[in-house]
């Protein structure tokens, strides 16, 4: 049996999920197979950063999600019996939601935009050509079935049958500690409105509010470290600032991570994306939002590339850009693993430094955007720099909650100039507007200096600078359409 769609993807967790809505939405015949028989259950990645939640607005699931999950409004770190506690904006504040939620709600929307998942699926084979990706896929019963698309999106996790067919590298390396996790009800005194992290002499315990009335807690273990049901007591008792008790378990578990990235991430028309791409530490949270930034890369992109918006090359940035942010994201999150077992004297070292940034505000203005992942940049792919940028103006490459996108834009780059109306900045925007409907829409901000930012569809500055520059970022932008117009 031959099918043939658009774009394939492989994998229905929740980020396979998102790509298949994210495209649906945009009007693009997005399938998605699986080859397990049923959703996976359980809370697993729960923290889910502003980025991420914007992703959600765009599909229309966002209040629902705010339902069902638990809103944090701080970070605390308990160091050295003082609690220094860190007051999120709700551009930094994240959503605590169970995965098992995140896939209800992808898969209620993959439904209601005319999708579903094909289960009980699994890959065996891939080709590819100029034109299109062929797959081999075994049914349950064994019965061989055979699916075309134009394009492939792999989203099958961190054993990826599609990223071993593609030949792609899965390079890195185990990482040398074991964590805890354990879920239940918790009695004493503790902020249930924070993710609380107690760094204590004997090493690190998070304790983070799920719904419900229910808590996560995660720490660090030894080697070797025996996992009863009195574990998480334990880490709790000798890290905690006691009064503590953990009681009803609802999950109790050992567990280690990877720091791998796949080379390359893409290969011809096969992407990968989410755990299939990369694996990191999970200290921060930051697996199931770097899956879902990957789809938001992506999306806009060759959807725009399927409806002609777009030329195929602006496709060749994908593996540049998301690598770029898998790579900072291994590299922070290994930082922040490796916090969890330091030697007594690192410690000390660690907790006086901690204070002292918190004293100067530091700590306040670093330790939020980073987690929120609004520290994230790209290097210069689609528009190569073009000159120094101005204080005030957001680089290139960077991503900044202070310019955010307007919702009526769609998939086109949103121009902001500034200056005076009648402006040189003001003018060469409008005329570009004019000239690019299709890629790109203007907005001005009358005041200041004469200059613009030029947002990507994803949110990230494309290109930001004095007027007299705007023309280098109009030329790499219509280098973008499918033909000089």
């Known amino acids: 049996m031959n099918q043939r769609v658009k774009v394939l993807i492989v994998g229905a967790g929740p980020v396979g999920l998102m790509a298949a809505c994210e495209l649906r939405r945009r009007g693009v015949a997005a399938d998605i197979v699986d080859a397990a028989p049923e959703p996976g259950t359980g809370s697993r990645a729960i923290l889910l950063w502003p980025p991420s939640l914007e992703v959600y607005r765009d599909l229309g699931i966002l209040e629902e999600a705010r339902k069902r999950g638990v809103g944090v409004g701080a970070l605390s770190y308990h160091v050295g019996g003082a609690t220094l506690r860190l007051p999120l904006a709700p551009t930094m504040a994240p959503l605590i939601l169970p995965q098992q939620d995140t896939t209800e709600l992808l ?102 509010p799920l719904p419900g009335g229910r808590v996560r807690i995660s720490g660090a273990v030894p080697e070797g470290t025996e996992l009863t049901d009195e574990t ?67 999306a806009w992109k060759l959807a725009g590339v399927l409806d002609g918006r777009y030329a195929p090359h602006i496709l060749d940035s994908y593996d540049v850009e998301r690598r770029a942010a898998a790579e900072q994201t291994v590299q922070a999150t290994g930082r922040m693993a490796r916090q969890a077992v330091l030697s007594p004297v690192a410690h000390r070292i660690r907790d006086l430094a901690m204070t002292l940034m918190h004293r100067t505000g530091v700590l306040g203005r670093r330790m939020p955007p980073l987690l ?66 299709e890629l790109v829409v203007h907005r001005h901000r009358a005041g200041g200096a004469d200059a613009f930012v030029l947002l990507r569809p994803d949110g990230f500055v494309g290109a930001s600078g004095p007027a007299i520059v705007l023309p280098h970022a109009a030329t790499a932008l219509e280098r973008l359409a499918p033909r000089t117009t």
């Open 107 to 208: 898969q209620d929307e993959l439904r209601r935009l005319g999708g579903d998942v094909r289960r009980g699926l699994r890959v065996v084979g891939l080709t590819q050509d100029q034109d299109s990706v062929t797959v081999t896929a075994r049914e349950v019963d064994g019965r061989e079935v055979t699916l075309e698309a134009e394009w492939l999106i792999a989203a099958d996790g961190f054993r990826s049958t599609v990223r071993d067919l593609i030949g792609a590298d899965f390079t890195g390396a185990p990482l040398p500690i074991t964590f805890l996790l354990a879920e239940g009800r918790m009695e004493g005194d503790y902020d249930a409105q924070a993710v609380n992290y107690y760094l204590g002499r004997a090493g690190v315990v998070l304790v983070a």
């Open 372 to 437: 929120s992942g609004w520290l994230i940049t790209y290097p210069d792919t689609l528009f190569p720099a073009a000159g120094k940028v101005p204080r005030g103006l957001p680089r290139p490459g960077t991503r900044r909650p202070k310019w955010p996108l307007e919702p009526d834009a769609g998939d086109r780059f949103q121009l902001v100039t500034t200056g005076p109306d009648g402006g040189l900045a003001g003018s060469q925007g409008a005329a570009l507007a004019a000239r690019l409907p």
């Open 232 to 298: 998480g007591q334990r880490l709790l008792d000798e890290r905690g600032p006691g009064g503590l008790r953990l009681t009803d378990l609802t999950m109790n578990t050992l567990f280690t991570s990877h720091e791998r990235i796949a080379s390359p991430l893409r290969a011809g028309r096969c992407f990968l994306a989410g755990d299939a791409a990369h694996v990191h530490s999970v200290v921060g949270g930051q697996g199931l939002n770097l899956g879902f930034a990957d789809v938001r890369n992506l």
